[in-house]
């Protein structure tokens, strides 16, 4: 039975960065930004306009934290010369290590920033949620286009490259997004076996076109991209770039990361076509919540499909209807209607 109404709402209610976060991810990567290129020494090696977002946040495929305390993140590229005066590109643990200096010297990050492999972090806590702004030093000295060098090691990169080519993936509609959020909340529940570039590649290579809801999208993803790993030697998995098919994206996930990965995607897969082949809404709202699926965190309202509809629909024209206080509409076996509520029919402020 497909649920798409209980998809809608767990993809907005759950799911999706709610409104609070992504006011605050927005606040901070401007004022980082801002702040950052208005350092002299920065300014004088970055390229013009010469910070940008990558990853999740600019793709509109960012999801919220399982849990309410969990932290979440955004990528910011700061573009710039590195190059020395011999026109050579300098160390790039030299660079981390200025860039964070040139951080820690605007007093609000000052004790706040943490060193990665690739970046500097900058945490933030507030109202008991967390979050990471991660500052990628890049090496783009005359335009933002085209690919990058990413330091330590200058490995080349094309971001603003890969936003197109998802974009494009996508065409007008925003259902591909959608299911990509889910998979990555899914991945999320089970402490991910997979990157997010990675899962977001294969799932949008393999997205089908002929969906007829949300769910249906889903569960053929599913298939498709379980069809794909399950019939991979897992020693030699690629993942092209589609912005730079000379990158494997899968060069570093590990063969038991990939093995376990097959595996979940194979249980799910199967709980899922389970879902949606069931008659009873109850049933598939239940095996949503499996461990394999969504972990109890799927909506369990019951919003009278299938069998209860028609009884739904036999009660409208005898004016045998109750509403409860959830605003469910259910037949009333007195056929008096008299949970009606005053307000037309609705519960809640509104009329």
Not at 74 to 81: H, K, P, R, Y
Not at 88 to 117: A, D, F, P, Q
Not at 340 to 349: M, Y
Request: net charge negative; proline share 4%.
């Amino acid at each position: 039975m497909y649920l798409e109404k209980s998809f809608e709402d767990f993809l907005r209610n759950t799911v999706s960065l709610d409104d609070t976060r992504k006011d605050r991810v927005k606040r901070a990567h401007h004022a980082v930004r801002e702040r950052l290129t208005s350092i002299d020494e920065v300014a004088e090696r970055a390229t013009e306009r010469g910070t940008y977002l990558q990853g999740s946040y600019p793709l509109h495929t960012a999801v919220r934290p399982c849990d309410e305390d969990g932290a979440y993140d955004v990528d910011v590229v700061l573009a710039a010369d590195f190059t020395d005066e011999r026109g050579r590109l300098e160390s790039g643990h030299r660079v981390l290590t200025w860039l964070r200096n040139c951080i820690e010297s605007i007093g609000t990050y000052e004790g706040k920033t943490v060193r990665k492999s690739r970046c500097i972090r900058i945490d933030y806590e507030s109202d008991n949620q967390r979050f990471h702004l991660d500052v990628v030093p890049a090496h783009r000295p005359d335009t933002l286009q085209g690919p990058i060098k990413i330091a330590p090691d200058w490995t080349k990169s094309d971001p603003k490259g890969y936003i197109d080519w998802f974009d494009n993936q996508c065409g007008d509609a925003a259902r591909l997004r959608h299911v990509v959020r889910l998979l990555k909340y899914w991945r999320n529940l089970r402490d991910g076996e997979v990157n997010s570039m990675i899962l977001t590649t294969i799932v949008a290579n393999r997205a089908p076109t002929d969906a007829e809801s949300l769910d249906d999208a889903l569960v053929k993803t599913m298939s498709s991209v379980n069809s794909w790993i399950q019939g991979q030697n897992l020693t030699s998995v690629e993942v092209p770039n589609p912005s730079m098919p000379e990158e494997d994206l899968a060069r570093n996930w590990s063969y038991l990361e990939k093995r376990r990965f097959r595996s979940q995607l194979s249980e799910a897969t199967e709980k899922a076509k389970e879902a949606i082949g069931s008659e009873k809404e109850e049933t598939t709202i239940e095996l949503w919540n499996e461990p394999e699926l969504f972990d109890g965190h799927f909506p369990k309202t019951v919003r009278g499909l299938g069998k209860e509809a028609r009884e739904v629909a036999a009660a409208m024209g005898g004016g045998g209807l109750a509403v409860d206080q959830g605003g469910r509409v259910s037949p009333n076996s007195s056929g008096s209607g008299q949970n009606v509520p005053d307000n037309g029919g609705f519960f809640g402020g509104d009329k």
